[in-house]
Nanobody, 117 residues
Framework: EVQLVESGGGLVQAGGSLRLSCAAS????????IGWFRQAPGKGREAVSC?????????YYEDSVKGRFTISSDSATNTVYLQMNSLRPEDAAVYYC?????????WGQGTQVTVSS
């Protein structure tokens, strides 16, 4: 069974930091492009940051998070992280972990990030 389980969300003051984690299981982690999306109330889901699969050296960051967020992964534990620094109120959203290989894609259940001003 494929699972993506996020953790690490919470309430933080503007300017603070959070680290999100996504534990993946049930598929070959390194074969998948993996990353993070977010969805704020009343808005569509947007890509925040993604990395390519093994051998594909591509990393994407949405413009507003460049220089503040860092995506990383640990193949030994099949975990992907999103380090979020200098958080802003507009970063508040439900953050979803995402994995894709060809036509197969998987989503986590989401973790809430709230940023107080």
């Amino acid at each position: 069974e494929v699972q993506l389980v996020e953790s690490g969300g919470g309430l933080v003051q503007a300017g603070g930091s959070l680290r999100l984690s996504c534990a993946a299981s049930g598929f070959t982690f390194d074969d998948y492009a993996i990353g993070w999306f977010r969805q704020a109330p009343g808005k569509g889901r947007e890509a925040v940051s993604c990395t390519g699969s093994r051998g594909v050296d591509i990393t994407y960051y949405e413009d507003s998070v460049k220089g503040r967020f860092t995506i990383s992964s640990d193949s030994a534990t099949n975990t992907v992280y999103l380090q979020m620094n200098s958080l802003r109120p507009e970063d508040a959203a439900v953050y979803y972990c995402y994995a894709r290989f060809g036509n197969s894609e998987y989503w986590g259940q989401g973790t809430q990030v709230t940023v107080s001003s």
